[in-house]
């Protein structure tokens, strides 16, 4: 596995660069996305370009939750309204930063 270099932090959302191999990663509780810089910035402007409307959904117990697609059908990420929030807010600080240590380069 790589070292990876924090590139920022939003409640419970970071996102880190390993500086060898340039990989873009997402950590979110139990969940860890992998991507090179390209897919990052793409998944990135998908996710920004949600519509609140379509991807909010009732959960049972009353939550308004913002629901993920995947490519696979079966498999949907979901966030509170605080954790989209942060995830949003993470990765676009992330690009930011990635872009910064790639200046530095």
């Not at 990989?23 to 920004?48: D, G, V």
């Not at 498999?75 to 993470?90: G, K, P, R, V, Y």
């Amino acid at each position: 596995m790589c070292q990876h270099t924090i590139l920022s932090q939003k409640g419970q959302t970071v996102i880190s660069q390993c500086p060898e191999c340039r990989t873009l990663s997402i950590w979110q509780h139990n969940l860890l996305l992998n991507f090179s810089a390209q897919q990052f910035r793409s998944f990135k402007h998908f996710t920004a370009g949600l519509d609140a409307a379509e991807a909010l959904f009732p959960f049972p117990g009353g939550e308004e939750r913002f629901v993920l697609r995947t490519p696979n059908s079966d498999i949907c990420l979901t966030f509170s309204t605080e954790e989209w929030a942060n995830f949003q807010a993470a990765m676009e600080e992330g690009e930011y930063m990635s872009s910064v240590y790639e200046l530095i380069r």
